[in-house]
Nanobody, 120 residues
């Protein structure tokens, strides 16, 4: 059974930091790219950060560059999102995503989401 379990969300003041974790099980984690998305009621789901299976390529949305860091530990089947200098506009539900393209077909697994609220 595939599972992606996020943790680390919560309420934080502007300028603060949080670290999200996503523990994966039920599939070969080290072969899959991992992504963090976020969504608010007003916006479509947005790709925040991505990391390839071996960690060799990392990309960020422009809105979080220089503030967020994605990393992974394949030995622990875990991907992280370190979020610094948080702003109220970072408030959203954050989702962990596992992605792999196999024989021209895309496969995706999703976590349940964790709420981040940035407010004073």
């Amino acid at each position: 059974q595939v599972q992606l379990v996020e943790s680390g969300g919560g309420l934080v003041q502007p300028g603060g930091s949080l670290r999200l974790s996503c523990v994966a099980s039920g599939f070969p984690f080290s072969y899959w790219a991992m992504n963090w998305y976020r969504q608010t009621p007003e916006k479509e789901r947005e790709l925040v950060a991505s990391i390839t299976s071996d960690g060799g390529e990392i990309n960020y949305a422009e809105s979080v560059k220089g503030r967020f860091t994605i990393s992974r530990d394949n030995a622990k089947n875990t991907v992280y999102l370190q979020m610094n200098s948080l702003k109220p506009e970072d408030t959203a539900v954050y989702y962990c995503n596992a992605h792999r393209r196999i024989f021209l077909r895309n496969y995706d697994y999703w976590g349940q989401g964790t709420q981040i609220t940035v407010s004073s």
